[in-house]
């Protein structure tokens, strides 16, 4: 079928001009404009909600920056970091071989994650 076939045995007057729906594309804009914003601020509210929340979570971290902890490093990150975990929570240990138990010395806790060295 072609585009021809579409219009067969319609009259056009081609000083019509037609007419297009721009209050209705603009009502439905809105909308649109008002859902992402409500969206985006229960997002924003959510996230505010659960940084809140982890800041209460420093306690249940089973290590501290300055703590000195036995750790086996159980595998290699993308950047080559040495993979351990102290009670479930992962220490990242720079230049650690998988295998292979060290003492650490935790530099910096994050919310998820530390980062130890290695002590001599």
Do not use: C, H, W
């Amino acid at each position: 079928m072609t585009e021809e076939d579409d219009f067969a045995g319609q009259e056009f007057n081609a000083d019509e001009t037609v007419e297009e729906p721009e209050e209705e594309v603009q009502e439905v804009e809105e909308e649109t404009v008002e859902e992402t914003v409500e969206e985006d601020t229960a997002v924003e509210e959510s996230e505010t909600e659960e940084t809140s929340e982890d800041s209460g979570d420093e306690f249940d971290k089973p290590v501290s920056e300055g703590d000195i902890v036995e750790v086996d490093v159980e595998d290699l990150g993308s950047k080559g970091d040495g993979i351990a975990r102290v009670e479930g929570f992962v220490v990242f240990v720079p230049g650690a071989e998988v295998d292979t138990t060290y003492e650490v010395e935790v530099t910096s806790v994050g919310n998820k994650f530390a980062f130890a060295e290695i002590v001599e």
